[in-house]
């Protein structure tokens, strides 16, 4: 979640600290972790069957990268990292991926529902959220530290895409338009999309304001499943705290939690995916700093992960 993290609807974790020890994460099929040449790519094994496909969710060691006194994978152009090492935590990232030959297609994230279509690499990095491409040879890439990264593919008609969603895009619905746009200009067919949702912050950790969950709520019938609160169990709508006080006579703020990654599997169902073709990697971002990244947790100083995409001739 770079760049907008502290706008309203966003609170830090109260009392956390900066750095908390490694915590070993457990990676259970169809997930795996795969190591080579120091790296750890997080891979699914129904895409690994996929012999034209390449694909993976980059995670925190190895690379080039200098945090503290850890060498770190960061793949994205921050301001505490040079561009020469990212570079080359690029390079390694992709030759890890099989991928050492493709180009690599970035975007200009701004927390949008807009989605770009490519056939060929293009010159500069394009504004968007969301990239489809159906050409052999193009890697695409999405940023995260926090937000959730997904990765569909059409095994049919061979195309692929990659999804950045924080809230901002969750809310604007960019699963479901990616697949959308899948379906217009490749005639895809959502029934038979894979899906990979990757490490993000998890349900256990995102705290979000009242604001958020009354954005949420207006626009998703089903929202309040996405929302962890504490329940007594009495309450006839359990978000009637948000507007049922008068002024003044609010009870304290409680602690809700946005689960970011059931709602964006919400809308791949939505959009007619199969629920069994859905794989939802529970990898919180924020209790696995030794893993990954986390910009609720480590602020400017997060490095960024990258999930990438694409197709090899053949
Ligand atoms: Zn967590």
Known sequence: MPARAKTSGIRRLPGRPAAL????????????????????????APF?????????????????????????????????????????NRRAFQSALGAGGHKLVT????????????????????RGDAAVTGTCGLLLGVQTADCVPILL???????????????????????????????????SRPGGLLAAIGPAIGGCCYEVGADLVAKFTSQFPDANRWFDEPRTGEEPNPLQWLNMMPPGHQPPPKNVRLDLRKANRDQLLAAG?????????????????????????EGNGSGRLLAAIGMREG
């Open 273 to 297: 995916l199969e629920g069994k073709s859905i794989f939802a990697s529970d990898l919180c971002t924020a209790c696995h700093l030794g893993l990954l990244f986390s910009y609720r947790v």
């Open 48 to 88: 690994r069957r996929l012999p034209w496909l390449v694909h993976g969710f980059s995670t925190r060691p190895g690379g080039e990268s200098e945090a503290g006194e850890d060498r770190v994978l960061n793949l994205g152009f921050t301001e505490w990292d040079s561009r020469h090492a990212v570079l080359r």
């Open 21 to 44: 020890p490694p915590e070993p994460a457990r990676i259970a099929p169809p997930w795996s972790l795969r190591r080579v040449d120091g790296l750890e790519i997080l891979e699914l």
């Open 107 to 126: 975007l200009k994230q701004f927390h949008s529902a807009v989605i770009r279509c490519f056939d060929a690499s293009p010159d500069e990095a394009c």
């Open 153 to 187: 593919v059409d095994p049919r008609q061979r195309v692929v895409a990659a999804i950045h969603a924080g809230w901002r895009g969750t809310l604007a619905r960019i699963t479901e338009k990616a697949v959308g746009q899948m379906r217009m200009l490749f005639g």
